[in-house]
């Protein structure tokens, strides 16, 4: 039978499981599970479309799944749906003004917003000055719940909800083209021990990647099937897709279909890049948030065994008006407690409330708990030689791809980071190097807490960088489909750094890339780039299925190993792309892998380069191209189309293409911001901020 098993959440105090017979079975169906070890499935479970991960971009994948009638089975390695808004705690919206203006968003994105400011009677509950909507992480689990289970009626679709679940292996078609089959793994607290919440992730990941059961988890192993058809004169080429929407690009490593991981090589495409050659190990940093509240008094603050470790690592921030407590704290404030009197009229510096008792703050600091590794010795998300060295790409040897030790650091370092804010007198980024205790704080643990987890750190770090498919070969992309910097940026190539960091001939076609509509001329007339007007937009894709804007915006891997030896400094030229980027589209062949036809990539796992990650990695983006892959999938299907089918005859735009994008713009899911053509010469209007 399916898990259908959705968590209530304590701090709404609404009732999310689907019905109470329904969660009846699922403790029977824990209880039941014979503890010893297997590696032959206990069950089978067939869906249309297998989501794994259930993050933002799985969420909207799910959501608009069953919108479009779909069985849906959704996988996810903790108990909550929505990635960076609840488990990964980071729920402090990140979007563009003028898009935010306009609610210019994906209908599932804007209707979860709408929701957020009835729950609080306003979209800001935590009155922060970093977005104009910061909430609880709890609040947004059931809210978007709510729109599965809403989205499932509506649609008629079915929901198998999968949660503590990892996929350990695919079984591939003859040909190896398709497939054909999953195998799962879902682990539940082994009978006498605390619920899963009550441990970190670091400690239990290698085994929930394991068959056997063990002292701590028991395990069941499910087989993910198609769906018969129901059609029995179907033409379809895959009675299924697999969407991978995981945060590190699980499925494309388990596949092994080709990808980038890290720093990509400086070209006319990326100059801004650092380095000559692939960096694999220096990615962009992870974070485990946590949520503290302010107290009227004191309270009792345990150091941890590991502060002293990552104490050279703490410190505000270089600019003196962002090196105070009250801005760390108000910068992601998630609720703001009512101030009774109403006399408290005053506003900091960044025009919100100043912190006061009761007011609960989520942090995600750079020089905080980010924890930012940069070596083949520290890095989080295994290389592609590392998972062969490993043996994790051999049958049934794949672990998570994932550095146990690395998620420790990161999980302490987040722990002692919430130290040093109430306690700590030092300061890594002030030349006065001091700063004053704040001991009128707490720690907010427990299920019913903001993270819903009995240490406090979220459930999942925020994951800001992912491994990232290469496309196939198509129409002007020899080597594979990707997107560049130069597709999105709004850096000024014209400056130095452009002129003295690439070969002449490089830097020839780097303005040739951004001349528009200009281009043929410039290559026909050989035309210096002196002379060359760049365009005021991004690339426009005629196989769009989503939009996304943000900044180019990163979080470097740090010099030297490890991340907390004292006077590390960033890695050098990681900053260089960190830009406004132009409003975007996200191209239907950013989503199709090679070698795998009925496989697409979604959340940060596209065909796209670091710098252009770096931007494409915000909330709304997740939701955009969750939702463009399941409607793609869900198309295909009907259609009986291949994916790569839809795009093999670019630039010229097939009808089936259109069709996709008349249905994607037809559901509210645009395909484009307003008024963005190559022939609109204003696109700087649409501002980040």
Not at 8 to 37: E, M
């Amino acid at each position: 039978m399916a898990m259908s098993c959705f968590i209530s959440s304590p701090l709404t105090g609404k009732a999310l499981s689907l019905t109470a017979i329904a969660l009846g079975l699922c403790l029977l169906a824990d209880g039941a599970i014979a503890q010893t070890a297997k590696s032959s499935p206990n069950r089978e479970e067939a869906c249309e479309m297998l989501i794994v991960g259930g993050g933002v971009a799985g969420t909207a994948a799910a959501y608009e799944g069953l919108l479009a009638g779909r069985t849906v089975c959704l996988t996810e390695i903790t108990d909550w749906v929505g990635g960076q808004l609840t488990a990964q705690g980071t729920s402090a919206l990140d979007e563009a003004k003028k898009q935010r203006n306009l609610w210019f968003f994906p209908q599932g994105y804007t209707d979860f917003r709408k929701r957020i400011e009835r729950e609080y009677g306003k979209l800001n509950a935590g009155d922060c000055w970093v977005s104009v909507s910061c909430f609880i992480p709890n609040t947004a689990q059931g809210i978007l719940v709510e729109m599965l289970q809403e989205a499932e009626q509506k649609g008629k679709g079915k929901l198998k909800w999968f949660p503590n679940t990892v996929i350990k292996n695919l079984e591939m078609s003859a040909d190896g083209k398709l497939i054909d089959r999953a195998i799962a793994i879902q682990h539940r607290p082994a009978p006498n021990t605390p619920p899963l919440s009550s441990v970190l992730l670091s400690t239990i990941i290698a085994d929930a990647y394991r068959y056997e059961d063990s002292a701590r988890l028991t395990k069941e192993v499910i087989r993910f099937v198609p769906l018969p058809r129901k059609n029995a004169n179907s033409q379809s080429s895959s009675e299924w897709f697999v969407i991978d929407s995981t945060e590190t690009g699980e499925i494309i490593a388990l596949a092994d279909v080709p990808y980038r991981l890290g720093i990509d090589p400086r070209s006319h495409l990326n100059p801004s890049s650092p380095v000559i050659e692939n960096d694999a190990y220096c990615t962009q940093g992870f974070t485990y948030t946590f949520a503290m509240e302010q107290t009227a008094e004191p309270q009792p603050q345990t150091k941890p065994d590991f502060y002293d470790r990552y104490l050279p690592y703490y410190g505000s921030d270089p600019k003196p008006n962002l090196a105070n407590f009250d801005t760390i704290f108000t910068y992601r404030r998630i609720w703001s407690a009512p101030d009774e009197s109403n006399t408290n009229k005053k506003k900091n510096a960044f025009g919100v409330s100043p912190m006061k008792t009761g007011d609960i703050s989520m942090q995600n600091w750079v020089w905080g708990n980010d924890y930012r590794p940069g070596s083949d010795r520290d890095n989080l998300i295994y290389s592609r030689n590392q998972l062969q060295q490993m043996g994790q790409l051999t049958p049934q040897g794949w672990m998570g791809g994932l550095r146990q030790a690395t998620l420790k650091s990161g999980e302490e370092i987040a722990l002692g980071f919430y130290y040093w804010l109430v306690a700590g007198t030092t300061d890594s980024q002030q030349k006065t190097g001091w700063k004053k205790p704040f001991p009128n704080h707490r720690l907010l643990t427990g299920t019913d807490s903001p993270m819903g987890t009995e240490h406090g750190l979220s459930k999942y770090p925020y994951i800001r960088e992912s491994r990232r498919i290469i496309g196939r070969p198509s129409y002007g992309y020899p080597d594979g489909f990707t997107m560049s910097e130069v597709d999105v940026s709004q850096v000024d190539f014209g400056s130095e750094f452009y002129q003295s960091n690439l070969p002449e001939q490089k830097y020839r076609h780097l303005w040739r890339a951004i001349a528009g509509i200009e281009t043929a001329a410039a290559i026909r007339n050989d035309t210096p780039p002196a002379e060359i007007k760049r365009r005021t937009r991004s690339t426009i894709y005629p196989d769009a299925v989503g939009i996304a804007q943000y900044y180019l915006d990163f979080h470097p891997c740090l010099s030297e190993y490890p991340v907390e030896k004292a006077g590390n400094t960033e890695r050098e030229g990681v900053r260089n792309g960190h830009s406004p980027a132009y409003p975007g589209q996200i191209p239907l062949r950013s989503l199709i892998p090679q070698k795998i036809d009925n496989l697409i990539v979604s959340g940060k796992n596209i065909a796209f380069s670091y710098i252009v990650a770096a931007g494409y990695r915000v909330h709304s983006y997740e939701w955009s191209v969750g939702a463009a892959a399941a409607t793609t999938a869900s198309f295909a299907l009907a259609e009986g189309l291949r994916l790569y089918q839809l795009v093999e005859s670019l630039p010229k735009v097939s009808p089936k293409l259109m069709e996709l994008q008349q249905k994607l713009n037809q559901n509210q899911n645009p395909t484009a911001f307003p008024n963005t053509s190559i022939f609109n010469l204003d696109w700087g209007d649409w501002k980040i901020w």
